[in-house]
């Protein structure tokens, strides 16, 4: 992979303008998509798993902790890096692949904010802090939980949700785009508001995120609906392998993967 010049962490402390959020925020959507395609689901997204080259171009890093979507995992609440963890990952719910949208929309909120938007100390106060900015969700997630996990909930102080113009007021965003006009603070922050959904059944898809007015004034069909990558067969991480069997099993796919791209460049030519 080439030389990236830093990580999200870096760039969030910068002055962002709308243009170069809102694609950013395209890119990493765009390679969620492609990962979901391959039956990929990330799990850890977060600011320093992200990187960036000076022409805002992008690239999404570490998979250890990556799984398939095929099955139905009980995900640990340890899994995720904490302040980005989906709430049904902190409730130890069944998960699909828009645990990955939750994450994403926790690193939007952070890139506006330059904080943390839910530093919980630990998974409860985790979910603590959840519910005291978005409200304490209604009876129906609230049945979907497990009888002790739902106790426990429902023991905790109800909270009512904060608008979204109180958690990211004008004065957090940069002036509108001149160039763009569904690059400003009213798309940003409907777009934040269907990504921090509580319940992931109501929470918005990446494709729906794809052509939210926010961000699909990058939309590339090429890009966007490229040819899906194959399906990940996990058995492989199953193996019992020694170092060395792995690193020629991985110059194996290197190689592979440069006589397919040196084929499409001759081709092309």
């Known amino acids: 992979m080439e030389f990236m010049d830093a990580n999200l962490c870096q760039v969030i402390n910068l002055d962002l303008d709308h243009e170069r959020t809102s694609y950013l925020l395209y890119q ?39 799984r398939t979507a095929g099955d139905s995992f009980l995900m640990t609440p340890y899994v995720v890096t904490r302040y980005y963890r989906a709430p049904e990952v902190i409730l130890g719910m069944g998960y699909s692949e828009n645990v990955d949208i939750w994450s994403v929309g926790c690193i939007f909120a952070e890139m506006v904010l330059e904080r943390i938007l839910f530093p919980g100390y630990d998974h409860i106060d985790q979910w603590t802090k959840i519910t005291e900015e978005l409200g304490t969700p209604g009876p129906e997630f609230m049945n979907r939980l497990e009888y002790a996990v739902r106790n426990y909930v429902m023991s905790r102080p109800k909270n009512e949700p904060r608008s979204f113009t109180e958690l990211f007021p004008d004065d957090r965003f940069p002036p509108p785009s001149t160039d763009h006009e569904t690059l400003n603070a009213d798309q940003a922050r409907d ?79």
């Open 28 to 66: 990493v959507l765009c390679g969620v998509k492609h990962l979901h395609a391959a039956g990929i689901i990330h799990r850890d997204l977060k600011p320093s798993n992200i990187v960036v080259k000076h022409d805002c171009s992008l690239k999404i890093l570490d998979f250890g902790l990556a």
């Open 191 to 269: 777009l934040l508001s269907r990504m921090l959904v509580i319940d992931p059944l109501q929470r918005i898809s990446v494709d729906d995120a794809l052509h939210h007015p926010y961000i699909h004034v990058w939309y590339e069909d090429s890009e966007v609906n490229a040819p899906p990558p194959a399906p990940y067969d996990d058995s492989l991480s199953e193996r019992n392998l020694s170092v060395e069997e792995w690193k020629a099993r991985i110059f194996h796919e290197v190689k592979e993967f440069e006589a397919k791209e040196s084929h499409i460049r001759n081709v092309q030519n």
